[in-house]
C-alpha cells in the first residue's frame, strides 16, 4: 500500500505556517517544518523507505509533513526530452511544497532532478520562477539534511554487522552527497563499514538508460556486483531506490539470493535483532 495511504496520519494535515514562496521560518532542526517527497519509487516500490525517513526526520526533532497531493518530479519526462510535461510536473511541485522550511527527499537523483535541473525548466511567469527557485534552494537529499542542517550525529538504529555503500551517481554528482550517510553508518558502533574497489562507479541503472541498453546496463551491474561480493559484506547499502531495485534484481538473477540491498534510511532505523 502507497505510503501516503498507510496510517501517518500524524505526519499528514493541511499545511499550515509558511507563506508561498517564503524562506525558512525556523533558526533550529526542533523547529523545523519538512515536507517529505517520498518519490514514486519509494511510494509503489518501497515505502518503507518513506517510513525510515520519517522516522530519522523526527528523530532530528523536525515536525514532519506527507503532502497527499504530490506527485512525479518530472524526472522520467525530462530524461526523455518532454520538457513541456516536466515543466508541467514541477510547477505542480512546487505550488504543493514551497509552503514548507524544507523539502526532505530520500533520493539523490529526485533531489538532483529538484535542485539542479528545475532552473532549466521555470515558467516566464515571473513570480512562479521566483517561487521555483526559492523551492529548489530549501530541497535536500535526506543524508545531507540530517548532517548539513540538522547537525545529526547518532541515528537512532542499531544495526550489527558488516555493510559496504554505493554511491548513486546523481547524489554523489550532482549533489555531492558522499561523506553525509558514511558519517552516519559509522556512527552506529556495531556496524562494520567495508568500502569497495569504486563505490563511486555507476550501478548501470540510469532509469531509461537500463531499458534501452540493457545488455550494456547488465554488464555495469555486474563489474558492481563483483565490486560488492569482493568486499565480504552480506549487505550493500545506498540512497535511491532506483539503484536498489536494479541491483537486487541482478543479484537474483545471477543467482545470490542472500546478498541484502537496503536504503540507507533503513540501515539508519535498522532495530537491534530486526531482519
Known sequence: MPIHRRKVEHHIGPPVGSPAGSGPRASSPATLRVGLFFTCLVDVMRPEVGFAAVRLLEDAG??????????????????????????????????EFERYDYIVVPSGSCAGM?????????????DLRSRMLAVCERTWELTSFLVDVCGMHKPPGDYAGAITYHDS???LRELGVRD??????QAMPRLDLREMGDARACCGFGGTFSVKYGHVSAAIA??????????GAPCVAMGDVGCMLHLEGRLRRS???TTRVMHVAEVL?????GN
Open 169 to 171: 551517481c546523481s547524489g
Open 180 to 185: 553525509q550517510p558514511r558519517q552516519l553508518l
Open 269 to 273: 532505523v535498522h532495530a537491534a535483532g
Open 62 to 95: 523536525c515536525q514532519v509533513e506527507v503532502p497527499e497531493g504530490q506527485t512525479c518530479c518530472g524526472q522520467p519526462a525530462f530524461n526523455a526530452g518532454d520538457s513541456p510535461s516536466a515543466r508541467d510536473l514541477a510547477e505542480r511541485w512546487v505550488v
Open 222 to 231: 555486474d563489474e558492481k556486483l563483483a565490486q560488492i561480493s569482493a568486499t
Open 114 to 126: 529538484i535542485r539542479v535541473h528545475y532552473p532549466q525548466l521555470v515558467s516566464s511567469d515571473p
Open 255 to 257: 543467482g545470490d539470493a
